[in-house]
């Protein structure tokens, strides 16, 4: 990332200001701003997204609504607010779509200066006009003026197999879907290369749909869940399987979790995503046990492509919140590339929210209670 300047610093800019009200103002923006960038690092997608659609709207209608001459911004403030909507707008279209635009390092750097820019002390930082896409896209996009739901699924290396759409349970909108691999699909064959291919969309956010109220389906549990079938190993690759026993939670009684399943996801050291699956809802709550009873899934990745891309491997307890009326992630646990093994293994439970870089890491309990899973490696001599 590029270094700021301490003359054109957040704070420094703030302390030159004498209106206190526009301070009031600047420092708002500012900590929204970081709020949406905290959500992007951190993986959130659908907060960082709603997050930057609230900013985007204020920005743009502060650009409409005021006016050079009156006084309440002058050309550059203008210019650079303008600038500051359409770098959100792009953002939220490469997060949603399969689009080259801003990173999440962009968006940082832009909140580490963002006092100065939308301040007009300094020009903005990013070439906007590089990016070429047509403002009505981006404002279906980045505003999900589009009726038609997206569907991003996960790709490594081949399409997914043919599916029938599942109504997912709790959810507020009865037309929303999600996919799930016909029973018996087989796997088609592998590709000659290894080198890793990621999904369009590089997120968890698996579906968008809209309703008056603009409704995510991220990372909804059907029926039968979303499990893949196994990849036939060969002499060059080999697969990992994960069986999902039990989870352990000191609150299992107490709390009583609604529809409790596991979102296994496979990313890599930047955080890109390739490949997740979801379990079908947990057997049965007892003690202060969840029990997945060795519901197993088969990743679709090779052994040596996670080791090529330094991947790990993410478990994310997911539940259902009756008062919200969304799915939630209670904590998470994960597997080095390099603890990949036959045999029973027991993982630490961490804070939420799941950390995919694995920068950011947690212990959710100091008990004794663990995600314990058994790992198959499957070659072709096995």
Not at 72 to 98: G, H, P, V, W, Y
Not at 246 to 274: M, Q
Request: charged residues 25%; negative net charge; contains cysteine.
């Amino acid at each position: 990332m590029e270094f700021v300047n301490k003359k054109f610093s957040n704070e420094s800019i703030l302390s030159q200001i004498e209106d206190e009200e526009q301070v009031d103002l600047y420092e708002a923006w500012l900590k929204q701003i970081q709020n949406c960038v905290q959500c992007d690092k951190w993986g959130q997608v659908v907060e960082a997204v709603e997050a930057y659609q609230a900013l985007e709207r204020v920005f743009t209608i502060r650009v409409e609504q005021s006016s050079v001459v009156d006084g309440s911004m002058n050309t550059k403030q203008k210019d650079n607010t303008s600038k500051i909507a359409l770098a959100i707008k792009l953002r939220i279209a490469t997060i949603e779509k399969d689009f080259d635009g801003p990173m999440v390092d962009d968006m940082d750097m832009i909140a580490d200066r963002f006092v100065a820019i939308i301040h007009g002390a300094v020009s903005f930082p990013l070439p906007l006009e590089e990016y070429d896409i047509e403002q009505k896209d981006l404002d279906k996009i980045a505003r999900f003026e589009s009726m038609t739901p997206l569907k991003d699924t996960i790709e490594v290396l081949h399409e997914v197999p043919s599916a029938q759409p599942i109504a997912p349970p709790h959810s507020p909108n009865p037309s929303a879907t999600t996919m799930t691999p016909s029973a018996g699909a087989s796997s088609p064959p592998l590709s000659a290369t290894t080198k890793l291919k990621y999904a369009s969309s590089q997120t968890p956010l698996d579906e968008r749909v809209k309703n008056s109220s603009y409704v995510y389906i991220a990372n909804a549990v059907v029926n039968g869940g979303a499990l893949k079938p196994p990849r036939e190993p060969s002499e060059d690759l080999s697969f990992f399987s994960v069986a999902i026993d039990r989870i352990g939670l000191k609150d299992v009684e107490s709390f009583g979790y609604i529809d409790p399943y596991v979102v296994v996801t496979v990313a890599d050291a930047r955080a890109c995503i390739i490949d997740q699956q979801q379990t079908p809802v947990a057997r049965r709550q007892e003690g202060q046990y969840i029990y997945f009873e060795d519901i197993t899934v088969h990743l679709e990745i090779s052994i040596q492509q996670m080791l090529e891309g330094n991947c790990g491997i993410f478990f994310e307890l997911m539940h259902y919140k009756s008062k919200k009326g969304k799915n939630s992630c209670r904590c998470w646990a994960f597997m080095e590339h390099d603890e990949i093994e036959d045999g029973p293994i027991a993982l630490e439970l961490y804070k939420k929210p799941a950390d995919y870089q694995r920068k950011s890491v947690q212990l959710h309990s100091v008990k004794d209670l663990f995600l314990h899973v058994k790992g198959f490696v499957r070659t072709a001599s096995k």
